[in-house]
């Protein structure tokens, strides 16, 4: 990834740039800035409402993205560590920017198990459906099989 790449997601979510360096280096941090990533293109090209999320507690947020118990999530990130940025206010950009990465993670999976294109076939299937995107993932967490067979293409 190129360091201006790494400095835009940087400013977004301000995680220092160098932490981003490291993480970038590091086999078992790697997937880190590949969340982080995820997370930008969708603040990019806004399909998600990060300005908003912002405003909100992280706790509120992770609800709006369909987190109802962001702490027990078992994601790339050790829970110890999610759990105390969670906890951190400074860190509020990073916890969204992993949670926006941990959704579409999830959702990118289920466009391809349910044939659609990419992730924005899956978006617009959803809402011509009137399906809220956090409903999605809150189901997913519960049981992945069960929203596949609901939304074969």
């Known amino acids: 990834m190129s360091s201006i790449k790494l400095q835009e997601i940087a400013n977004t979510f301000h995680v220092p740039y160098p932490t981003l360096v490291t993480w970038s280096k590091k086999d078992n941090r790697k997937s880190y800035v ?6 930008f293109k969708r ?18 947020a992770a609800k709006k993205l369909g987190f109802n118990d ?14 105390n940025w969670f906890n951190d206010p400074d860190k509020q950009g990073l916890v969204l920017g992993m949670l926006i990465g941990y959704q ?12 659609h294109n990419n992730l924005d076939s899956l978006l617009s299937t959803l ?9 999605i993932v809150s189901l ?11 939304l074969k293409h």
């Open 43 to 60: 603040v990019e090209d806004k399909s998600i409402k990060y300005d908003d999320l912002k405003t909100m507690s992280n706790t509120e």
């Open 34 to 39: 590949t969340f982080l990533d995820a997370a």
């Open 104 to 115: 579409t993670a999830l959702l990118n999976d289920l466009a391809i198990n349910t044939g």
């Open 127 to 135: 809402s011509s459906k009137l399906i809220e995107v956090n409903d």
């Open 140 to 150: 997913l967490l519960v049981s992945n099989e069960t929203v596949c067979k609901l």
């Open 70 to 83: 962001p702490l027990t999530l078992d994601g790339v990130v050790p829970s110890r560590t999610f759990r």
